[in-house]
């Protein structure tokens, strides 16, 4: 045995950060291609779009201009193909007029061949301009950026996309973290093979990003998921003074369940972006491990985690889901079973113990009870698969996809409150509302 | 929290400038500091290819600066003697740009805009996109502002920290003033002012709907600051209905009378005035009742009361002299 007499060390801490906010314009192509491909680089850098300007952009010069001064961008990103350079030329000099006597200047960073790289690099001047070969260049760059120089800074993004790769890996399936917190929402999907895609939005979270949600996603969108009824006017409120306060848990059901209505809408728009960027969605939805992290996997209950995903994310087929709060361990919380069925149909339902038959009505949303931790196989109504059961056991969810919800209070009320109480996510004295 | 300190407000120019206040000049809060024009679309002229020169060579042969206004027809640039090549512009407008290539932008020009200073001070920096001003003042802090900065006298609407700002004692007697509306002002109040010409409401609240109401859906809870045509809000504690604590009304109130500005885009008031707020027993303001409407709640003695240093403050001042903007001062003399 060797016993240290030296003096104590310090343990080498790392700080868990979002980094600093790098605001990023992306100028593109006229091609869709050239569309998702700059969007891509921007979701998966965790930087923020301040500004998308296209070549063939309907703006006028002295307009896409003034665009980008008032954006202020740190770092402009450029993509095109050969027919899209005099456009984008042009986009350099509105760039030029705009932003020249920002302090400190754009870079401008251009995912183009180097022949396009030399004409660009003129007209960009005097701002540096450089050229890279790859995405991953440019995001691992963009990256950098955010970390200020400050190599103690594990970024956050970084470390979901460690997780979901962990994930798939241990599992060796396709494996889906879905991250939210005060700021930002993240989908990371991952692959066994150890690619991965990865959608960080910001700003939109929670807390300092939650009027961002409602401005995307409307005030009517959030409020639709709330089981009580609540004016505009008050609930604007709420979520206008939720930028201000200072981070921690939600304490009250009436938060939570705000909290929870939020994270359903962040989760959704960071899946239109992931879709809009090209990322492959489907796979997100179909993937049969998910993660969930953020403030999201710290809400109280695991029936509120589990619902706010299913209604956030709307998977399609048979899902494993855990929850990794920040401050505790992973836990395996249930599994989730989408059928979309147009008549009643019924499930196979297989473990060690036997088998099961369990009868889907279009519509049910309900959980099945069974230990905490076996080995499920289901089989029927055009789903198939298997995962393990968790502390809640396996969510069969007939709802359809897309979920519609309806308009009218009087119908929506009383069947979001039944959703909500399928999973015990809300309490049985509503008083703390 | 009150502070008097030196403070640094920067105020962005539209693109279009035409002068602008140099560095080290001392301005104060109403002044204008930058001044140009507002651009539609821009007409592309070829410039060094008609020429025949090198793009690096067009300037030496440019006989109009950059940023200045031209007419139709009006020669821009101009080679050779016995077989001349010119530019001449197309439209009336701005020569706006000109690009790597050596070509040239002309925008018509559609409006003029001004940019006043939001601080007494010092510029500190001068470029075609921000002028920034030093200077020190009184200075509070706020959660978010919305719409333009605003200059005017600081008044006081409401009779005590936790009352509203009713939109009845809003009249067009307060033209030009920035009021203080309590603990919440509505959205009725907020355009009821604008059309009164209130320079600017500053209040502990304001509800996010009645923000949405008057600036868009688009609004967030990080404010807009904006250079069009609309109200200037200033909310110093959050949203909804919050009543101002007494260190941050009684100085609002021992301050009245004094020119003040809210500048937008850091969300914050600044008042000049030499009185000293900053201590326990600071003035609480005397406030006569004489009747219904805004002039009822007037400080009966905003002066005594407030300017103990004795220096009576003077108004928002409305014009001053510029210097020419860095693109027009070289080549003055060159002009077509």
Known sequence: ?433 | MWRRERWSADHSLPIGVTTRAAVGDHVRAGDIIGAGATLAGALRVPGARRLGLAPTDFDRELRVPVGSDVVAGALLARVGRRFPRSVTAPTDGRLLHITVDGDLYIAPIVDRWKVRATLDGVVARSDDAVVEVEGEAWCLQGAAAFGPDAIGELMLGVDGPGADLAASRIDVRLGGRIIVGGAQISAEVITRAHACGVAGLVAGGVPPAGLRVVYGDSVTAAGSPSRDDRPTVLCLMGFGSAALPRAVFEPLAALGGARAAIHTRSARLFVFSSAEIGRAEAPSPDVVLTGEGPAAYVPARPHADVDQGGAREEPAQSDEELSPSASDRGARGRGP
């Open chain 1, 1 to 433: 045995m060797t016993v240290s007499t030296g003096t104590s060390a310090p343990v080498e801490q790392t700080r868990i950060a979002l980094g600093r906010s790098l605001r990023v314009a992306l100028l593109h192509g006229r091609e869709a291609t050239s569309r998702r491909a700059v969007a891509h680089l921007a979701l998966a850098s965790g930087a923020e779009i301040v500004a998308r300007v296209r070549a063939t952009d309907r703006r006028s010069f002295v307009e896409a201009a003034q665009a980008l001064r008032d954006a202020k961008p740190d770092v402009v990103v450029i993509q095109g193909g050969l027919k899209d350079e005099a456009a984008l030329a042009e986009l350099l000099e509105a760039l030029r007029l705009g932003c020249g006597a920002q302090r400190p200047m754009p870079r401008v960073f251009g995912l183009v061949d180097t022949p396009m790289a030399r004409v660009l690099r003129l007209h960009a001047s005097p701002f540096e301009f450089e050229r890279f070969a790859a995405a991953p260049e440019i995001v691992a760059t963009l990256r950098d950026l955010r970390r200020a120089g400050n190599g103690d800074i594990e970024l956050r993004d970084a470390l979901i996309e460690d997780a979901a790769r962990a994930l798939a890996t241990t599992n060796a399936t396709t494996a889906l973290a879905v991250d939210v917190t005060e700021r930002s929402t993240s989908l990371v999907l991952a692959r066994p093979d150890g690619r991965i895609e990865a959608a960080h939005l910001v700003p939109l979270g929670l807390g300092m990003g939650a009027d961002h949600v409602v401005v995307r996603a409307s005030l009517d969108n959030v409020r639709r998921w709330l089981p009580w009824p609540i004016d505009a006017p008050a609930l604007l409120e709420r979520v206008f003074n939720r930028t201000r306060q200072s981070e921690g848990p939600a304490t009250t059901e009436a938060a939570v369940l705000l909290e929870m209505a939020l994270a359903r809408e962040a989760i959704a728009h960071a899946l239109r972006d992931a879709a809009d960027a090209g990322l492959d969605v489907a796979a997100m939805r179909s993937a049969p491990s998910i993660l969930v992290t953020g403030r999201v996997a710290s809400f109280p209950k695991a029936g509120q985690s589990l619902l706010v995903l299913v209604d956030g994310l709307e998977p399609s087929a048979v899902s494993t889901v855990f929850r990794e709060p920040d401050k505790g361990h992973a836990e395996r919380i249930g599994m989730v079973v989408s059928v979309v069925a147009r008549r009643p149909a019924k499930i196979q339902i297989v473990r060690a113990s036997g088998r099961s038959a369990a009868r889907v009505v279009p519509g049910s949303f309900g959980l099945v009870t069974m230990g905490a931790d076996v080995e499920v196989a289901v089989d029927g109504a055009g789903v198939r698969g298997h995962g393990r059961s968790g502390e809640l056991g396996v969510l069969i969810d007939a709802r359809g996809r897309p979920l519609v919800l309806p308009e009218r209070d009087g119908e929506r009320i009383p069947a979001v409150a039944q959703w909500h109480a399928a999973l015990q996510a809300t309490a049985e004295d509503r008083s703390s509302k």
